[in-house]
Structure formats: C-alpha cells, structure tokens
C-alpha cells in the first residue's frame, strides 16, 4: 500500500510540474504577444502622426501656392457637390 501511493504521489508532482512548464511556455508565448502588439500598436500611431504632418505641410504647402481665398473656394464647392449627391 505504501508503495502504491509513492508512485501515486510522485506520479502526481511529475505531472503538476509538467502542467506547471506549460503553463510557463503558455504565459511566455502570451507575453511575447503582447509585446508584438504594443510594437505594432506604437509603429501605426507613429505613422498616423507623420501622416498626419505630411497632410498638414501639403495643405499649407497648397494654401500658400494657390492662395487662401482659392482653397476656401474650392472646399465651398466640393461641400455644394457632396450635397447634391
């Protein structure tokens, strides 16, 4: 009987240690993951933001060249058009 039960324990440290690395390798494959998204998340955020500059220089770019008056003209008529459409 004792002998049954040394096994039956050792057998069950065996396998709470094996379920143990599992769930270690399962958090470490989350963890890297996460740290991917985060690195993705900041890139896209990035891009938007110099997009978003290369946008706002164009715009002045395009103020400056064509003259406020022009743009504004042009912003009035696409609106008109937008709303017969």
Same mark, same amino acid.
């Given at each position: 009987?004792? %002998? +049954?039960?040394?096994?039956?324990?050792?057998?069950? &440290?065996?396998?709470? &240690?094996? !379920? $143990?690395?599992?769930?270690?390798?399962? $958090?470490?494959? !989350?963890?890297?993951? $996460?740290?991917?998204? %985060?690195?993705?998340?900041?890139?896209?955020?990035?891009?938007?933001?110099?997009?978003?500059?290369? #946008?706002?220089?164009?715009?002045? =770019? %395009?103020?400056?060249? &064509? =003259?406020? +008056? !022009?743009? #504004?003209?042009? %912003?009035?008529?696409?609106? !008109?058009?937008?709303? #017969? +459409?």
């Amino acid at each position: 009987m004792a %002998l +049954s039960f040394t096994i039956q324990a050792d057998f069950s &440290i065996q396998e709470v &240690i094996h !379920k $143990y690395a599992e769930l270690q390798q399962q $958090y470490h494959n !989350k963890s890297e993951d $996460y740290e991917n998204e %985060l690195a993705s998340r900041r890139m896209w955020q990035a891009q938007a933001r110099n997009f978003e500059r290369s #946008l706002q220089t164009t715009n002045m =770019g %395009l103020v400056c060249s &064509i =003259g406020f +008056s !022009k743009v #504004l003209e042009l %912003l009035t008529y696409s609106r !008109k058009q937008t709303a #017969l +459409s």
